[in-house]
Structure formats: structure tokens, C-alpha cells
């Protein structure tokens, strides 16, 4: 059954009904909290399913990666996605390294702030990524 949002105009709480597609628009709304008639209906957030090869499809597009070198923020913002994506923890350096990147900070000068991560990202440091 369809879940649908509404905003109580009386007492201005949040709410949700479930509902069939046929009792939607037929059925009285009613406030559960102050019993008002008079409630207007939300838009809430979709979902958008996709199966693993789908959202692994969209990391791979090469478009993603353009300006990345000169942008430390969209750097940061695609290491995001691409860990959120995959689904697995990657540590918290790895989260202070994209929070870094997100402020704004540039790869060098996190590899100089944090120079214990280059040893465990391998010889070549933060510059590979």
C-alpha cells in the first residue's frame, strides 16, 4: 500500500496514511493528533532501485572524473558516492580524508597533514587517487 504525507494546517504536525490507490481521494483525511480536516498533502522523497551492476555502471562513467584534479570539494563529493555505493566502511581515515577534501583542501597538503597515510595507502600516497 502506498504510504502518503501529510501537514495538519491546525496544529502544523507531520503525518503519514497508508492508503489503496482506490481509497486515495475518496477517504477523509484526518489529523491523528488534533483530528482537522484540514491537512494538505506532501510530496515525499522517491526511491529509485537499482541492482549492484546498475549503480557500479553509473561509478564507471568517465564523465565523472572530469576536473577532479583541479577540484578537491568534487573529489571529495565522488569519493563519497563511489564508498556509499560500494557499501562498505572504508575506515575513518579514509572518512577525514574525504571531509578534508570536502572543505576544500587539496590532496598535497592532507598528505602533509597526515603523512602516516601515505604509508598505508601504499608507496605512492594520496597522490594516486
Do not use: H, W
Amino acid at each position: 500500500m502506498p504510504t502518503y504525507q501529510y501537514r495538519c494546517e491546525e496544529c502544523s504536525k507531520r503525518f503519514e496514511l497508508f492508503m489503496t490507490y482506490d481509497e486515495y481521494g475518496a477517504k477523509q483525511v484526518v489529523c491523528p493528533y488534533c483530528e482537522s480536516t484540514s491537512v494538505q498533502r506532501r510530496i515525499g522523497r522517491i526511491r529509485i532501485a537499482k541492482s549492484e551492476e546498475g549503480r557500479l555502471d553509473d561509478l564507471a562513467d568517465p564523465s565523472m572524473l572530469d576536473g577532479l584534479e583541479d577540484d578537491p570539494k568534487a573529489l571529495g563529493r565522488m569519493m563519497r558516492k563511489m564508498s556509499n555505493e560500494m557499501g562498505e566502511d572504508m575506515g575513518p581515515e579514509f572518512d577525514e580524508v574525504i571531509d578534508r577534501l570536502e572543505s576544500g583542501q587539496s590532496p598535497e597538503d592532507i598528505e602533509e597533514a597526515l603523512p602516516e597515510l601515505g604509508d598505508e595507502m601504499g608507496s605512492g600516497g594520496m597522490g594516486d587517487f
